[in-house]
């Protein structure tokens, strides 16, 4: 099955948003057809950001939702350890945890809107794309 990172601002606006391709592909996840790859340093990213005052009070998240959140990453995700690390992106470091767990993760894609990650256009073999392409290439490919 199709492995795939996702960054941290597309996970968010799936959770916060109800519509739009961050939210079908956080669906597509619930609904089996991908497998997610992640790690222990993108789940504490992603747990921070919703934990964020601005984001919890703006979109109405308890403490109970994000702790939910916290616990479907950590159980229904391929979660790779972590240790592998990678020094490619220079602009911002942080990003490169992504490249780190696709490698580690053997993904296919990284679903991410960060320029830093999209400048790349791969990575060692990893497509790197925005949430509509990756809709739009999984669409395609189930038509094949």
Known sequence: MLRCVIDTNVIVSGII???GYPYQILKMWENEKFVFVTSPEIIEEVIRVLQ???IKKNYKL???DIQNVEISLGLDTMLVSGKLKVDKIKEDPEDNKFL???LEGNAYYIVTGDRHLLKLKSY???????PKKFIIEYQRNIKK
Do not use: E, F, R
């Open 124 to 130: 060692q073999g990893i497509q790197i794309i925005t």
């Open 17 to 19: 948003i109800p519509q």
């Open 52 to 54: 964020y005052h601005k």
């Open 100 to 102: 780190s767990c696709a």
């Open 62 to 64: 308890s403490d109970l």
